[in-house]
């Protein structure tokens, strides 16, 4: 029986895959049931977005696996990844896959459990902390807000090089909501260019989050017309996501943060 100061345990069978979310990248975030999966594996496979803190985590006999991949370079293809947890399954290991963030938001989760699955073998999810609710939370920001922000729209900006996003900018675009755009620095000029084109106000507020969580975080605040602009400095490497809409405005009752810096549009 555990009590309420007690961590019940939480074992992994062998064969077993876990696709487990190490949130944004600060440690701190993690679950209490994902960093219990993380010391049970014995095989850990791991994204180039999962911050060193949570690899920290890691036991040391724990054998580690990249299988980082950002834009526009691959380390691992998305099939070499699916057959690599397959055999460490059949091995009869018990294997975490970790994923930056939520493994069900842009993670390709379903990818790997439909390729796992159809081999016969197990695989469950431990959910993680999105990057868009913690960008939120740094920038004091509220996704949705009464009166202003009905909903969340999140879409990823991920596309080939030199081929146009295939979005419904005219949905995007409409009033009322939160639009949060994951990997969208190298696309920030056609998404501002499309979301006015199609009627979003060139005033609506936006926020920048570069390496959201980490001791390196940055927030920037500006407008949508100078989406470009704004991320023009953000190097190729930091993983930066987009939060575009009203309610994510700074408020005269907050006290901006010393990181944040405000974009000269404003």
């Known amino acids: 029986m555990t009590g309420p100061n007690r961590i019940a345990p939480c074992l992994i069978t062998q064969g077993e895959v876990w696709l487990v979310g190490a949130g944004p990248g600060d440690p701190d975030l993690l679950t209490r049931k994902a960093e219990r999966l993380i010391a049970a594996a014995d ?8 911050g ?36 460490a399954a059949k091995a009869g290991k018990r294997v975490v896959r970790l994923k930056g963030g939520d493994p069900s938001v842009f993670g390709r989760s ?7 699955s159809a081999e016969g073998i197990p695989v469950r999810i431990c959910p993680g902390v999105t990057t868009a609710s913690a960008a939120a939370a740094s920038g004091l920001a509220s996704l949705t807000l009464r009166g202003v922000a009905r909903g969340v729209t999140f879409v990823t900006a991920h596309f080939k090089v030199g081929e146009p996003l295939r979005l419904d900018w005219e949905t995007l675009a409409r009033p009322g909501g939160t639009l949060g755009v994951y990997m969208g620095r190298a696309a920030a000029g056609e998404i501002s260019r499309s979301l006015i084109a199609a009627g979003r106000d060139p005033d609506t507020p936006v926020l920048i989050a570069v390496n959201v969580s980490l001791p390196n975080e940055l927030l920037i605040r500006g407008k949508l017309s100078a989406l470009a602009f704004l991320v023009a400095t953000i190097s190729d490497d930091d993983p930066t996501l987009l939060l575009i809409g009203e309610a994510v405005a700074a408020r005269p009752s907050r006290v901006s943060a010393a990181k944040d810096m405000v974009g000269a549009a404003d």
Not at 110 to 116: I, N, R, S
């Open 52 to 87: 060193p803190g949570v690899l920290d985590l890691i036991p040391p006999g724990t054998q580690r696996v990249s299988v980082g991949k950002r834009s526009g370079r691959h380390s691992k293809a998305q099939g070499s990844i699916n057959d690599l947890l397959l055999a």
């Open 43 to 50: 095989v850990v496979f791991y994204d180039a977005l999962v």
């Open 110 to 116: 379903a990818e790997e459990m439909d390729h796992l």
